[in-house]
């Protein structure tokens, strides 16, 4: 008996206050023309003073529930990636177990920074063939506008908060051969002061803000997502050709170009929304999804191929069939 993942619905949420480029130019010195030109992005997403990730996580939930026609109590573990959690502990995804009112499912948190989402789909794959799990929600839900040093325009311009969820399935012996076919994982501590928060509770227990060396985090991007998407494609006797939704993380429109070009992947098969969302870490690419799927781009037998790489460095790519 093999047992394969499923999508069986998605959702998002943004919070309704939207900063643009043009909003920026009168609290930095920065540029509508520079940030677009750079990073191809127009505008970002700010949660409220009142808004937490679970408040974002638990908004995008209910609209994956309602798509694949679940209710809260039929899922049976919830897993939240996100770097900006609500509390040092608990898990984020207690909250949102709370939030939802969804029984006593499985709860906890992935923390891969901007690949947390592929981490996690891996994650819930081996747990849903282990048998852990029937029914899960996979979250990836961020709000990086608190973690910005807002005075660093080479950091602050880049991303926005927001929330996407995914409801995966387990299915048994499932003929259409449907579902998370295969992910790789990777990981290169020693890269780590190319980006990551200076503080923690274990170091100096400041929550600390962003720092970044973008030209470095931008090469490494590029030749390690090219790297690992080619070898999971190779893994699986697939070529770039196979493909029908590129879905990479949404970091800059720039570094989705180049690996478009390594990969030999059209521009018409790369599903971007950098423009209106601007990096949203962990929740961009079921940002991506939901809206190619309300969109009704994406159907049923489609292969899709998701990468992303942050701090960490942590990097990875996953193969789904939709
Ligand atoms: N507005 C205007 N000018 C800015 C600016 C901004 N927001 N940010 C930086 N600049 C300036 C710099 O100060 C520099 O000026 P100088 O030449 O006078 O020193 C100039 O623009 C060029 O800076 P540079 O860092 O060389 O730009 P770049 O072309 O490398 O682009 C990034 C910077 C951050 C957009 C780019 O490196 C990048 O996107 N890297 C990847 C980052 C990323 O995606 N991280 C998340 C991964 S999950």
């Keep these: 008996m093999t047992i394969s993942t499923h999508i069986a619905g998605y959702g998002a949420y943004l919070p309704s206050k939207i900063l643009t480029n043009r909003d920026l130019e ?11 030109s750079r990073t191809g992005i127009k505008q970002r997403h700010i949660a409220a003073d009142t808004e937490a990730t679970s408040d974002l996580a638990t908004a995008a939930a209910h609209k994956a529930l309602e798509r694949a026609e679940w209710q809260p109590q039929d899922v049976d573990m919830i897993i939240v990636a996100t770097t900006t959690p609500d509390y040092t502990f608990p898990a984020t995804a207690t909250r949102v177990q709370d939030k939802l009112k969804a029984g006593s499912a499985i709860a906890f948190d992935v923390q891969a920074v901007c690949a947390g989402f592929v981490h996690a789909l891996a994650v819930c794959s081996s747990m849903m063939k282990d048998g852990m799990a029937e029914k899960a929600l996979v979250i990836g839900a961020e709000t990086f506008s608190r973690i910005l040093d807002w005075s660093d325009r080479s950091t602050c311009v880049l991303f926005g908060d927001g929330a996407g969820a995914l409801a995966l399935q387990a299915k048994q012996n499932n ?13 290169q501590g020693t890269d780590f002061r ?32 090219a790297d690992i998407s080619q070898e999971l494609l190779d893994q699986q006797g697939l070529d770039a050709q196979d493909i029908d939704w590129f879905i990479p993380h949404q970091a800059n429109q720039r570094i989705v170009d180049a690996l478009g070009r390594k990969l030999r992947i ?8 950098i423009a209106s969302h601007a990096n949203t870490s962990a929740a961009s690419i ?14 049923p037998g489609q292969l899709l191929l998701m990468q992303a790489l942050g701090g960490g460095i942590s990097w990875g790519a996953c193969l789904v069939r939709y």
């Design 286 to 299: 079921p940002l991506v999804i939901d809206s190619y799927g309300q969109q009704g781009h994406l159907k």
């Design 175 to 187: 003929p259409e051969g449907a579902g998370i076919i295969k992910t790789l994982l990777r990981a």
């Design 194 to 225: 190319s980006l990551y928060v200076d503080g923690g509770a274990s170091t100096n227990g400041k929550i600390g803000h962003l720092r970044m060396d973008g030209k470095d985090v931008f090469k490494k991007a590029v030749t390690r997502l």
């Design 26 to 36: 009168s609290i930095i010195d920065t540029s509508d023309a520079w940030i677009q």
């Design 266 to 273: 059209p521009a018409a098969k790369i599903a971007t929304t």
